[in-house]
């Protein structure tokens, strides 16, 4: 009888783990079996990698979206604004390989990074007229306290993209990368 409770209290904790993981990562498009979140901000969807066009407004729902960026510009081959844009996605707590695809502006384009509460991650990448700039960086996400208004405990992975029309053209998001020292 004993192992018997013991059994059923292990399984209730199991269901109750996976139920957890999944709503960790609910509204999040996350392919069965990928090890990597695609994004694309130009062209057309394909099977792993959906198009998110302004104002694609965040959503727990949803996953990501775009959160305060008023001056956001769709173009064809990516998203822009004159100096701000915030794009924020639904990941568990852990360290992530993020890699951005900058540029595809009809002019040329200076791009920084910061995520997870302002953390500088990309510094001055300059991006002629019609190039692109691919950048990669880890970026580790945190889970705070309920009610914690910081970026760094909102259980989401944010990246701000300022400078002289900042642009994203692809984003790919990957986990278990090693974190590297403020």
Do not use: C
């Amino acid at each position: 009888m004993a192992n018997d409770l013991v059994g059923i209290a292990k399984g209730v904790i199991g269901a109750l783990v996976a139920a957890m993981a999944t709503t960790a990562l609910a509204g999040v498009f996350y392919p069965d079996g990928a090890t990597t979140m695609h994004f694309a901000f130009e062209g057309s969807p394909n099977g792993d990698r959906p198009v998110v066009r302004p104002p694609a407004f965040y959503h727990a729902d949803d996953g990501f979206g775009f959160v305060d960026s008023p001056g956001l510009i769709g173009t064809a081959r990516g998203v822009t604004a004159t100096k701000y844009f915030r794009f924020d996605v639904n990941v568990p707590a852990g360290t992530y390989d993020v890699t951005v695809t900058l540029g595809g502006t009809a002019g040329d384009s200076v791009t920084n990074i910061q995520a997870e509460n302002h953390r500088p991650m990309v510094q001055d990448v300059h991006v002629a007229r019609g190039q692109s700039a691919t950048k990669t960086f880890t970026v580790v996400v945190k889970r705070g306290a309920a009610g914690d208004p910081s970026l760094d405990g909102d259980g989401r992975l944010t990246l701000e993209f300022s400078g002289t029309n900042p642009s994203l053209m692809k984003l790919d998001i990957k986990p278990g990368g090693k974190p590297v020292a403020p």
